[in-house]
């Protein structure tokens, strides 16, 4: 359950509707490949931004209504067509993909939850407008559970994100609680730092309940599909409590006993 690199995509899950496997196919080719220009290989920064600048120029392509000549883009295209998506979503991704290349650090919560809102947001919103369902009261809970799944992965990947120097953990948090930076560089597990992250647990699983009613209030198959992925962010924070809070030699992981845990707690959440 990582909304970094896509994973909550449900490109190959069961519940995806044979029909809109190659619509997800595409909006997940051109974020994981656009994802990766801004994380993976030796390119320098600049190099970076100007292949993201890149995709941006594709996507004003897309509309102006001509057709890109790259397949991936001539596939998103199309999509795009298909399901009157908005565009504004496909560059809300690129923005926050550049951000990631320049900003290293974040001083308040305002500012994690506007870079989710670009980074996280999206993937929710495109899927809403894939199966017909985007009317307002759902795209605000879809944004609740999408940023909240983003939260997760900072919270679980702390260690992780320290080795590309980026701290998600707002600058105001880190102050509040007297933990520095030499504290994450060093693993330290703190009382300070478990008090840290107990606060910011609470804090991604009430927007994540914020947010839960969608799963049930959608039919079908994206129903499901949801409840499987708000169960999953809900379990990784129990999994984050479960291990003490120390994220450095106990990153929590989700094996088979979890999946049928999450499975039950699926149908729970439909019987209320």
């Known amino acids: ?15 995806l509707p044979p029909e809109l496997r190659p619509a997800v196919a595409a909006i997940y080719a051109f974020a994981r490949s656009a994802d990766d220009l801004a994380d993976e290989g030796e390119l320098r920064p600049q190099e970076r931004l100007d292949a993201l600048a890149a995709y941006e120029s594709e996507l004003d392509r897309i509309g102006r209504g001509e057709t890109p000549t790259d397949p991936m883009f001539a596939a998103l295209a199309r999509v795009v067509a ?133 799963a049930v209030r959608l039919p079908g198959r994206i129903g499901w599909e949801l409840r499987l992925v708000v169960q999953g962010g809900l379990r990784i924070l129990e999994r984050i409590e479960a291990a003490d809070y120390d994220i450095y030699r106990r990153r929590p992981q989700l094996g088979k006993a979890d999946w049928l845990r999450m499975a039950w707690r699926s149908l729970w959440m439909g019987a209320h």
């Open 1 to 15: 359950m990582s909304v970094n690199h896509y994973e909550n995509f449900p490109v190959a899950s069961f519940l």
């Open 82 to 214: 298909d399901y009157t998506l908005p565009l504004q979503a496909l560059r809300d991704l690129l923005s926050a993909f550049k951000q990631d290349v320049v900003t290293p650090r974040y001083a308040s919560f305002a500012d994690v939850l506007d870079y989710c809102r670009r980074s996280a947001n999206p993937v929710g919103l495109l899927m809403l407008h894939l199966y017909g369902a985007a009317d307002a009261r759902n795209v605000a809970q879809s944004d609740a559970i999408c940023s909240a799944l983003q939260l997760i992965n900072f919270w679980q990947d702390v260690a992780i994100d320290w080795d590309k120097d980026r701290v998600y953990l707002p600058q105001e948090d880190l102050q509040r609680f007297q933990v520095a930076e030499a504290d994450i560089a060093g693993g330290r597990d703190t009382p300070a730092w478990r008090q840290l992250m107990a606060f910011e647990v609470a804090r991604a699983r009430a927007l994540m309940l914020s947010g839960a009613p969608l």
